[in-house]
């Protein structure tokens, strides 16, 4: 189902998911029971699941360094505020693509395309991404994706009831940023084997980061695994940011990154940023992750 050239909405069994070209952003995804996965933009935060490119994070002072010159370069990125181009608008998928423009190098000085490819299949929802360096120097470039979740998942629900549980255990020491910036102290990990119990409490000092995460896939759903769940998992991603507003809101964003913000006191050259993908000219990246969901 096609509504004008602004959104797309996808359909496979009992499932349909709404993308829009503003940010290339998954701003539904709902089962035909009534359950809407996604968090819905409410004022306290007003996005979906934007994609962060070319950058995860913060850099220090939003300024990205490249041969003597300064770009602005604002948290995670410029592709969340971007207008992508429809490439493929199907029944249950469609794709949309990013290329470098003059606005683009303006914040970002090397030619890319990036293109996100929604598919909708009876169980669940993929999302592919592939960067490729259309340029002719090394593109230094990082890739997230960023969806949030209502949380609870179903009303009356208590938000404590609620739990991540990981494929692998996570004992390492979890990472924090303070002012978008990544600290170099290490926290404990609030992992308990698998298990890491969901709460506001949680997000007082900002996101929890697992940098490495072991796991590739994680499951959402309240404990006695009673009500509506959500499984997401990855690949190509090599850490994990799980986040909601330190003052307390309605959802929960499980985040896979493949790089992550400027550590305190780096303010070098962006080539030479901890984290980022260095990809040569012509060479392509793909990553993806998938959100399967239930109701019961």
Known sequence: MT???????IRSGSL??????????????????????VWQAEPVWPRHAPLLFPIVGRLANDELRHRGKTYRMTQHGFARDSRFV????????????????????????F????????????????????VENTGNETLPVSLGGHPAFNWPLQAGM???????????????????????????????????????PLSEALF?????????VNSSAVRYAAGQGAGPWLKMSWRGFRELGIWSKPSGAPFVCIEPW???????????????????????????EQLSFRMEVGTA
Request: hydrophobic content about 35%; overall charge negative; charged content about 25%.
């Open 258 to 284: 493949r790089g992550y913000a400027s550590p305190v006191g780096f303010d070098g050259e962006f080539t030479d940023k901890p984290g980022l993908m260095h990809m040569a000219p012509g060479a392509e």
């Open 86 to 109: 429809w490439g493929a608008r199907e029944e249950n998928r469609c794709t949309l693509v990013l290329e470098d423009s003059e606005t683009t190098r303006e914040r970002y000085p």
């Open 111 to 130: 030619a890319f395309r990036l293109t996100a490819t929604y598919a909708l299949d009876d169980a669940g929802l993929d999302l592919t991404l592939a």
């Open 158 to 196: 208590p938000k404590e009831s609620y739990a991540l549980t990981f494929t692998q255990e996570e004992p390492s020491p979890i990472c924090r940023v303070e002012g978008g910036l990544l600290l170099a102290a290490a926290d404990p990990s609030p992992v308990q084997g698998t298990v890491l």
């Open 3 to 9: 509504n004008g050239d602004d959104f797309h909405c």
């Open 204 to 212: 007082t000092n900002d996101a929890v980061i697992l940098n490495p």
């Open 16 to 37: 349909a998911a709404t993308i829009k070209a503003q940010g290339a952003e998954m701003c539904s995804l709902r089962h035909k029971d009534g359950i809407e996965f």
